[in-house]
């Protein structure tokens, strides 16, 4: 059955002339189907430059939307519109407005993780993978505003040594990840770095080894000598690694920190999408325009 799916996905994929693109959070089945699997700022890096005309994006929908703001030729299905991430929507443009009128000299950087309105309102755009080089690159002697994810926010401003305006908003994930859940996991596997994502609270940092973007994450598991390897970070990541690395071992540090958002997406529902040509994310040129300014300003930097 499942073989037939996946069969009848790659035979419209190619009538379709699409790629698909999955996040490392997606589901092992999604991941395995798809073209290319990575991380925030490969996947907006890839979307940019792929040939095919048609982008099914395995993520959510503030990825699928960044993928049509940087690819605007192409049409670009979410495989399930509702999956939404949380973090995203815990601003709106009308907030922000008010914040940057509370700090009208500051340099506004918007986390990869918010809608295209918030982007488009913003500076400057990071992912976890570029906010330290980002946010380091801009002149010491201007106040920043960065938005939304106060976790991620805080991380940059206590490596950077540097005061940031921070937002209240966070990831519902990794915030259920706790101290408790990495010094048991130590006890379980004693030596083994413990790795978070910089969107888990200080203390989880300050309890781990390492804090880093799940690109990063691939990127550490290939150049250490280390055989095992514990993971704070949403548990879709050790197909990813597990895959990428067969003869190295990788333990969730919390095998609850499951995002239900990056879970909508199935093999059905991405054969549906593709059958149908749904559901097709856009964004009013406007708004597209504003927001692609934000975005190229980050490569600019970087
Ligand atoms: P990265 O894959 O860019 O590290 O982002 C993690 C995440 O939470 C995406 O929603
Ligand atoms: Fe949003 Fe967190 Fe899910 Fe990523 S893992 S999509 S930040 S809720």
């Not at 095919?52 to 399930?80: N, Q, R, Y």
Request: glycine fraction near 4%; aromatic fraction near 6%.
């Amino acid at each position: 059955m499942t073989q037939d799916i996946i069969s009848k996905i790659q035979q419209l994929k190619a009538e379709r002339d699409a790629i698909i693109l999955a996040h490392n959070y997606q589901i092992a089945e999604i991941q395995d189907v798809a073209d290319f699997t990575g991380d925030s700022l490969e996947l907006s890096r890839k979307a940019a430059e792929v040939k095919e005309s048609v982008i099914v994006f395995c993520g959510v929908h503030f990825m699928a939307e960044t993928a049509a703001i940087l690819a605007p030729e192409k049409t670009v299905l979410l495989p399930d519109k509702n999956s939404g991430c949380p973090m995203a929507n815990m601003i709106t443009a009308d907030q922000l407005r008010e914040l940057k009128a509370q700090h009208p000299d500051a340099l506004v950087v918007c986390y990869v993780n918010s809608t295209a309105d918030v982007k488009a309102e913003c500076d400057y755009c990071c992912t976890s993978g570029n906010a330290l080089k980002l946010v380091g690159a801009l002149p010491r002697d201007r106040e920043i505003i960065f938005v939304p994810d106060r976790h991620l926010g805080s991380f940059v401003a206590e490596m950077l040594d540097r005061e940031l305006i921070l937002w209240p908003g966070y990831c519902a994930t990794h915030v259920r990840i706790t101290v408790e859940d990495i010094e048991k996991a130590r006890i379980a596997h004693p030596g083994a770095p413990v790795i978070v994502h910089p969107e888990c609270p200080k203390m989880l940092r300050d309890a781990a080894d390492y804090s880093l973007s799940t690109g990063q994450m691939v990127a550490l598991a290939a150049e250490s000598d280390c055989n095992e390897f514990l993971m704070g970070t949403e548990v879709g990541m050790l197909h990813r690694l597990k895959t990428d690395f067969p003869n190295k071992e990788f333990y969730p540090v919390a095998e609850h920190a499951v995002c239900p958002n990056m879970k909508k997406n199935t093999l059905e529902k991405l054969l549906w999408s593709l059958e149908n040509m749904e559901t097709v994310i856009t964004v009013p040129e406007d708004v597209a325009s504003r927001a692609l300014k934000s975005l190229e300003n980050m490569v600019a930097v970087l």
